[in-house]
């Protein structure tokens, strides 16, 4: 059977293709993998919350959508002129980084604080969010395999 670490590790790798996919398609320098991987494994050892709402993170979460996995978000979006140091890089769950979205990390606190004692909610608009993505994927490829 795997050890925790191994198995973090093994998530990291996975969750370290998409930065490298996402940074290689916008052009911006990798972030240091060695000081983003030293990182996550702090917040491991820490008790691994979400930095946003403070919620139990996961290695993986079994629960499609996955809200409580780990995931690493850009606190200034690249969108909006962020970058790949690792100080823009904030330990998250899956939840809070899908409703963020591009908001900077200041702007989606104070709209995440009035939900902060309603997970539930938070839950909800997450699956609204992530349905409304799921549709637009859809529709973009439905459109590619028409065109």
């Excluded at 996402?22 to 820490?46: I, M, T």
């Excluded at 629960?63 to 002129?81: A, E, M, Q, V």
Aim: aromatic share 12%; hydrophobic share 35%.
């Amino acid at each position: 059977m795997m050890g925790l670490i191994e198995e973090l590790h093994k998530r990291f790798k996975v969750r370290w293709e998409s930065i490298e996919d996402k940074s290689l398609k916008v052009g911006l320098k990798l972030p240091d993998k060695n000081a983003l991987w030293h990182k996550l494994l702090e917040c491991y050892k820490n008790g691994f919350e979400c930095e946003y709402c403070s919620q139990q993170l996961l290695i993986k979460d079994s629960k499609y959508p996955y809200y409580r996995s780990f995931s690493f978000d850009h606190r200034t979006s690249i969108d909006l002129g962020g970058n790949n140091e690792i100080e823009n890089f904030a330990i998250v769950c899956h939840r809070c980084n899908i409703i963020k979205g591009t908001m900077t990390e200041s702007t989606f606190k104070q709209f995440l604080g009035p939900f902060l004692n309603d997970p539930q909610l938070l839950d909800k608009i997450f699956k609204e969010i992530w349905d409304g993505r799921l549709a637009n994927k859809l529709e973009r490829e439905h459109n590619r395999n028409e065109g």
